[in-house]
């Protein structure tokens, strides 16, 4: 069989599978709605034309309030706003992947609904916080709208929805350390990204448990599909102009970096049972062994990094090019 015929017969058993796995997805949606409380970026900053005096006071008291935020976290805002904005491709890519009219397109639409309010969100605190020069910030984020986003998994389900898994948990983790950072400073933008930490949470729980139905069922092609993505996640916002600089930056203040991933890949290795799979074939065998040795190949790259991070300095336009130094 050629390699593109054994291609086609691959998508189609794994096209099968999905739609076998459809009744697990109702279920899964089903705890999601019982499990969440819906929010709206109004709740955290109104703008509404009539406010109480204390909702009025509290928003043109904002600026003032988050005046002394650190550039380092202004920049981990900024990359997790930017990384929200991507919604567009995000949307698509499970849209081709998984299809339409069946109950992965059902999950993509409330997906999507939840996930529009996290950039609108912070979208807003910026403007209303003032942190940014915002024509500078939205020109970095129609760039990267521009640029589009087509993860090597694109076309293969297992291995887009073993990425999203991560993903989801790897930009939880990141809203989440950022609240606690941010929060010493500012209030407002520590409830908020809570909240938005709280839903990706939610959002992981679904992928995770979906990506376990499917190594219940074939085995093999899963741990081969996890295999391509959790060594080297490529976060969602990789093709953000600056991005490596952004990340670093976010890296360097302790607010998610590669440490942070590897407790990620912890949390989905032992989640989805990996270590106690017992694949019938030696290709699966192969793969679960070598997804076992993940975490200890992810240690090593992070000494390697930290034994060469020197000082270095940073600067981006959208916090008018102030030039930030750390170690």
């Known amino acids: 069989m050629s390699k593109s015929a054994s291609d086609a017969h691959a998508l189609k058993i794994k096209t099968e599978a ?13 705890r999601h709605k019982e ?20 909702q009025a006071r509290d928003m043109a008291e904002l600026p003032e309030r988050a005046r002394g935020m650190p550039d380092a976290v202004r920049v981990a805002l900024a990359l997790n706003l930017l990384t929200e904005e991507g919604l567009p491709h995000f949307h698509r890519l499970l849209a081709v ?12 639409y409330m997906w999507t609904a939840e996930e ?3 950039g609108c969100a912070l ?12 024509r500078a910030f939205e020109a970095l984020q129609y760039q ?10 694109s076309g293969d389900p297992y291995q887009v929805i073993a990425y999203t898994t991560l993903q989801e948990r790897a930009t939880q983790a990141a809203h989440a350390n950022t609240a606690r950072v941010a929060g010493r400073h500012e209030p407002i933008i520590q409830r908020l990204l ?3 930490a709280n839903d990706e949470s939610r959002h992981f729980r679904f992928y995770r448990d979906i990506f376990r139905g499917i190594l219940d069922i074939d085995c093999t092609r899963a741990l081969q599909a996890a295999l391509k993505v959790v060594p080297r996640l490529a976060m969602p916002g990789h093709t953000i102009p600056g991005y490596m600089e952004m990340a670093e930056v976010v890296g360097r203040a302790q607010i998610y970096g590669p440490r942070h991933y590897r407790k990620v890949v912890d949390e989905c290795l032992d989640a989805w049972q990996i270590s106690q799979l017992t694949p019938d074939d030696a290709e699966g065998r192969e793969a679960q062994d070598k997804l076992m040795a993940v975490p200890a ?6 000494d390697i990094l930290e034994k060469r991070t020197r000082s270095k300095s940073f600067s981006f336009d959208f916090i008018y090019a102030r030039v930030m130094e750390l170690g």
């Open 18 to 30: 999905l739609a076998s796995l459809e009744p697990l997805a109702e279920q899964l949606m089903a």
């Open 35 to 54: 499990n969440r409380r819906l929010w709206f970026p109004g709740d955290f900053l109104p703008a509404n034309e009539q406010m109480t005096d204390e």
């Open 97 to 108: 992947t998984l299809g339409s009219d069946n109950a992965w397109s059902r999950w993509n």
């Open 116 to 118: 529009d309010r996290h």
């Open 123 to 134: 979208h807003d605190y910026v403007r209303d916080a003032r942190l940014f020069d915002m």
């Open 144 to 153: 990267y709208i521009e640029a589009g986003f087509d993860p090597d998994s």
């Open 194 to 196: 809570a909240h938005v």
């Open 297 to 302: 190949r992810l240690d090593r790259l992070a």
